[in-house]
Each structure stands twice: as structure tokens, then as C-alpha cells.
């Protein structure tokens, strides 16, 4: 019942397509459909593009034909960016031509009302008559940055990444391409998945769960329509693959807005929470959360306990930490003796030996950034080890402008050695199969932030984000745990 | 008892030195007495500055002096950044010098333990013989921008702002100079009050509610000592100036953590919400959220209810915002019948016209920022208005590029465009006194976000934040009511 492997999915030729018809782009650069078939083109797409036009012979640069039947092949998939009024016969041409797979962009469907769900019911006979799946209608499409396929009308920016998509809102696939680049994330396959009138939420989580660049699955979600079988499937994913889900809904107008946006059913929070529980979804309650939680589950190794150890070199930060931790019901063990002996040395007279360890100032950078983490790394309470990062390319700016030294060398030599750190960091959270996590209050232009972000230590803005999601990689091995134990009954 | 002039505080002189001996700085440029002078000379200090050093001569290209006696004139401050040892030495030597303030920065007080509470209690004893008043011991000092004065150890960065603080942990000052500076925020006056052993967090507040370039108060609170005076304080200023406070110590594990800090005491969340909540005073739960909701209330006409009404150009954003809202206790009012006829002719037959107002895609990217707004505005039944902004500079881009146009251009033209909607937008905030408070998820580099950022628009990087801003914004309007209903009895 379940895929394990995409190729198998109704989805893949969909997010994976060798060959496209696309139906709306034309001489307008201005209309939707020209502005998907430039998205698809400008990320360097390189598979065929066939414009369909009844009039233009050249769109974009790319032949166009008259009809699909004109078509010199039966491309892999349909993306139709028309009015509502002609999409069903152009589905249904689609269908004839023996295309079986559609994106359908164009809305005016179930969510205007009575006579759209009509319309809607329409699309999908036709689909059924043809054996063709299709995502949407009113959806932004799909983005799968590993394919050099962005159907959607914003540019992509940034690399491929791991997270998985499936949204109920195209907003939040189209409009994170620049947020997520800003801590170096990206999606591995995003779909849009509009009214849902063919594929939903659960076929794509399926798809998602199968899908060998996607490490974490995040879910925008404003209602569920095949509950038990979104559970089954999720629940099948979540022992191998995390799953994140903000769900808008619950909420009395939350629900309102939502119903008004894709016309999916809504329910109040605690089904919800019922329902994520028992499929072992992690629940989110941002944006910001989402994200910041797939960060975690994605680049760190599975954390084993809820004991943190904080590395601070400042009490204020340390302490904002650590009353996070115990808000989220984390722990922060005392050291072992045998740690507070390798740490002895490293440390001035000033520091404190607690949890958090707190350093005060730095006799010798590296130490704040690997001699120490490695003692606490070895330590058996430390389940996740989290450090509090200032700026160290300030730091010798200054030193080197008081030396005379030009602030381009301090940037560059800076550079060099914020590079050594996060690689040794790095090699030690591999080395212990530790989860490390940073903090910090600059920008992530800062060469250390942007070197560590780069390895794969996520770092995160605030401490009480970090803290978050420290707490959802231990949520996860529960929930991993609860799923294992009841299958195992 | 209270004071309604910041000349005639203590503080006064502290914050606003004409002249100030330093003692700690030397040739050695990493000692941090030198990064401390440096800090002070990099930001443009116009006072004057006097090394105190027994055998260097020249410091920092300023003449120093072998001892505190031999200065030409009793300076306004001493900044003394010594081994801890030879701190209560320096403090009498100021006194007999007749200097009358100081900025303690050297730790080893009442920090450590039993020895160094002994030391500290010494130290208190020569401030009261000399009628000194001090800031410390174990602090990072003062910045106050708009006297270009920086004592701290970190480069100040970003413009002289409106942000109040007093901290009880230092790096709670100077590690966020970078953050705040991301939003074009910035301190009017920022005191890391350390051990609180002459001058007292309450004292800051006093001078903060005091100081004119003051528009919010900003406290980061490890433990209150004198609790009374603290509410006394604070009921005095809510009134006129909104103050924001972030507890650390409240959880057991944080209590432990800042114990550990500044010795200062800790006590149970329940009894800070208590005291919090007397004194008019709004807590948040983060440092993002701290300086979050100071935005909103440093920038914004004061909000007369709770209804907020959220215009979006997709329902993503738009439920993600409602559902914020409801969860804040918040209202989502329906648009008057007269709202309606407004909008209508602004919007295609796609949007909805229900709160939520979803305009889906822009006709016209004006009516999107300042048409509509205003229709929205003019609604009575608004208090609020929260907008989603997208990137306006890559839709033209895309445009210019499309009809060969160049991208400089794009970005030239983008900028005057951006530029004229968010002064549009700021004048129908000025004209119809309400909050309008923006959310995005693009980044502050983003042309319409830095105009409007600009222009005094906070724009949140994800709708929750921006509602946390709004509920807070509400919650002061609440709590003043409460202190002058009170007052009145």
C-alpha cells in the first residue's frame, strides 16, 4: 500500500518530468502562465518545454504549437495556466492526446462557491475518464530544485535542499525561497497542493516519505480530508523520516480563513492535535517554528535524551537558555567530574563550571569552539550540546586595526579560521553522533555564523528558538519510540 | 520622589559625561580597559578622555596621567576596568579626587561568593564616604548614542534609536547593537546594571521613564531586589511611556543559571507575573519578542481596541495571520457595508472581501499599499491594520527583464516606487492615528521593507511576531487604563 520508492508514484512524473505542455504562457510576459514557463526556464529546467498557443508561433524562445494534438510527442506533463472557462476542455484534450498528468494552476473552482465545485467535479470526470492525476486546480504547482524544475511564478533562489513540502497554501512555497536561503535550506520537492481535487496532502506526504533528497517532511496544513489515511501513511514515514505540520485552522477565524481560501474542511485544535499524536507529527505553531525544526532534524544526528548542556561565554544568553530547557521540559545535567577535569585547564579562574558552562571571556578561541565542545560532547549527560556564538571576525577587526592592520586581512584571516572551527566543530558532532546547536543575536552574514550554517550546524537567532527545536528532535525519538511500541503489540 | 527631568538623577552624569577617567586602558590593545576606550573614541565621543595609567604616557593617542590626582580637572565619570584587587583603591582615590560617579566594570564581587560579597560591601562603603554613585561592579557599562558615548566592549553599531534598557546581564546590550541595527533600531540609552551595588535597575528605570529620547523601556530581569520601589516606578511611568520586560529565572534551571550570574535573587514566575503585572508592565518570553513588541509600541500611534483587520494578497499568510490573531485574543471585525463599496472597484472578482481581505494578485501595486489601506483605515471598526508584504522588487525585475530592460534598473526604479508607497503608507498612519503593522517573509534587505522600516512600519519576518506586537500593543493600552483607574479611586 505504501511506496517506497517515487518512481512508483502518480507524483513522480509530475515533480520528476522529462517533457512539459504548458497552457497560458504567451507574448503577455505579464500573464501567469508566461511568468511559470520563465520560473521553469530560468531555473535551467532541462527537460522539453512545449508552449501551446492557438495563435504564437515562439514563446519564450521555445516553439509553440496551435493545440496539444500537435504535439510531437505525449509530454509527461500538462501545465495549464487558462482561464476557468477552458481548462475542463483543455484537460480533456490533454486526456486525448494521452497525456496523464497535470498541473492545473488556474482557479475559480470549489473555492468561489456552488457553481465553481460544479466546475471542479467536471475537471475531475474528465481526469477519471482519462486515467490522469493532476495537482490543484488553484495551486502555485511544484518545485523540485534536484529536477531544475520551479513551475511557480516566483523565481527560486538558493540550492536544493531536504525539506520536503506539501502546502495547502502556495504562499508558503513560493514566498520561503528567500527565506530559506538565508540559512542555506532549501526544499528538496515543494507541492502546491490548491483544491486537491485529484492529488492531496496525503498522496504527496506519501511521496515525500519515499523521496531519497527529502530528510524532513513539513506540512502547511488548513484541513485534512482523508484523516485515517493521512495517519497510516504518516505513521509508516515518521520511523525512518520526521514530519512537521502547521496546521491553521483551529482557531475559530483561522478556521474561517482557511475554509474561504481552498474550501477544505476545518476542524477545532484538539482533533487536530489528536490526529498529529497518533501519526506522530510533530506540531508546529509558526512558520518560523516549521522551519526551524526541520533545520535541526535535518543536518544533526537523532538526539538520544533530553539532558543539554549549554556552553555560554556570557551569563545573560547562558541563562535566557537555560530557562528555556526547563520550560520545554528539558534537562540540564551536572557535569562529571571527569568532564570539570578536562574543562579545568581550559578555563579562566572566573568561568563557571555549571550548566551552563560559562566561559566569560575567551583565552583562546578554538577552545571556546572545539577543545571545550569535544570534553562536553564526551560527557554521558550530554544528550545535545548548545553554544552561545558572538562575533569573532569583530572581534579581530579590532584587534588587527589596533595592530594597524587593514580590516580587509582581519575579514579574510577571520574567514580562514572560522572555517577550521566549524569544520572541527563539525567533525565532532559526527565523531559523538551528537546533536550541536548554536545561538547567537547576529546576522547570518557573520563569517562564523555562515561557516558553521554551511557544515551544518544550525543556528538559530534566539535562544528560545534553538531550545524549540532541541525539543521537537526529542519529541521526535518519542514519537519514533510510541509508533515502534504499538507496532510491535 | 520621582523624577521628571534626567539632569537632576544620578544617572544624569553617568549617561551624559563631559569628561571621564579611565582606568584599565594601556598600550597592550587586547586588555579590556583599551577595547573599552577604544569604544568610546570609535563612536565619536566629543568629552574629554583621561587615561589614568601609572607609567604609560600616551594611550590611544590621548595623554594619560601616572594617577587620578594629577588630572587637570574632577572629570564627571571614572571607568574603571582594573584587576579586581586594586578596585576599591581606585574608587577611594577617585573619591578623595572628588568624583562623584563611576562605571564599575571589573567582576570578582559578590559574583564569586562569600570573599569577593566582603570586597564589594568595601567598595559600597567608599562610594557612601565619597558620595559616589556607581554602576556595578561586574557590568559592561553605558551606551548612550545620542551622546555618542559607548563604554562597552563591543563596537556600537547601527543609529541612536528609542529603545530604553536597563539589563541585568551586559551582553544583553552589546550583542544586540548588530541585532537591533537589522531593523534600524537602536538605544536612546542602554545600562548593563551588573551586581547592583550602588545604582540598582530600579534607578535606571527611573532615569529611562525620564530620559526624552526614551520611547519604550526595555528591562532583561534575572531578580528584582527592592520589589516595591520597582512597582512604584514603573506605575509612575506606564502611564506616558510603555515599558517591556523578559524574566530569565523563573523556570528552577533559570533561577540557577542567573543565581550563578549577578547574585541577584531570583523568585517563581507566578510572583514575577505578579509584580510584573502591577506595576503595568508587559512581559515577553524572548529577547526576539522583547524587541519585537518595543518596535511596535516605539513606532505606532497608540491602538484604541482589538479589532485588527489584515489585508493579503494570498490566503496563506492571511489564515496564518487570522489564526494568530484569534489565539491572541484578538478580533477580526466584518468590514462595513461603506468599506465594501470602497473596496470593490480595487479589487478583481477573485479577491475576498472577508476579513481577511484577500486581494489574491495586484492590479495595481498602489492600491495594494496605500488604497486599499486606506479604505481599511477609515473603517471604524479597524484599530488595527496588519498587511502582507511580498517583494515588489523582484516582480519587477522580472518585468524589466522580460522587456530587455536592465536589472539596475529594475532595482533603481523599484526603490523610488517603494519609497513613495511607504511614505503614502506612514501618512495615512499619521493621518488616521492607527498602528499599521507589516509581516513578510522576506529578508530586511528587501527595498519595500527597508522603506518602510524606514519610515517607522515594523514589518515582522513572520505573522505571529507581528500579532505578539499588536496583542502587546493592546495590552498596554489595558494596563495604563487599569493604573489611572486605580489612581483615580
Redesign the interface.
Known sequence: MMITDINTSRLFKIANPKSIAVFGASAD??K?G??QL?SIRSLGFEGTLYPVHPKEKEILGYKAYPSVADLPEVPDLALIVLPTAIVVDTLEACGRKGIRHAVVVS??FKE?GPEGADLEEKLIAVARKYDIRFLGPNCLGVTNPHHKLNSTF??HEGDPGFIGLA??????VT??F??LA?MKLGFSTAFSVGNEASIDIVDCLEYLGACPHTKVIAL?V?GINRGREFVEVARRIVPHKPIVA?Y???????G???M???GALSGPDPLYNGIFRQAGIIRA????EMFDICWALGTLPPIKGRGVVIETN???????A??????ADLT?PSLAEETLAKLKPLLPA?A?L?N?V?M??ARNYDDYVITIPKALLEDDSCHALMIYF??FA?MLK??YS??GESTEKAVQDAEAIVKRQAEGLIELVQRYGKPVIGFS???YD?PLLASLIQKGIPVY?????AVRAIQAMAEYQELRRKIADSESL
Open positions: 510576459a505579464m501567469m508566461s511568468v520563465d482557479g475559480g468561489v516566483m523565481l502546502s495547502q497554501s502556495g504562499s508558503i514566498q520561503v528567500n527565506y538565508q502547511y488548513e502547521l491553521i485552522g483551529g482557531s475559530e477565524i483561522g474561517r480563513a482557511g474561504s481560501h481552498t505553531h509558526s512558520l518560523t556570557s551569563g545573560g544568553p547562558g541563562g535566557m537555560a530557562d528555556a530547557c526547563d520550560r540540564l572566573t563557571s555549571n551552563p560559562d566569560t571571556f558572538v562575533s569583530a579590532r584587534m589596533r595592530k543575536l547576529r546576522g557573520e537567532q534566539d535562544p528560545v528558538r
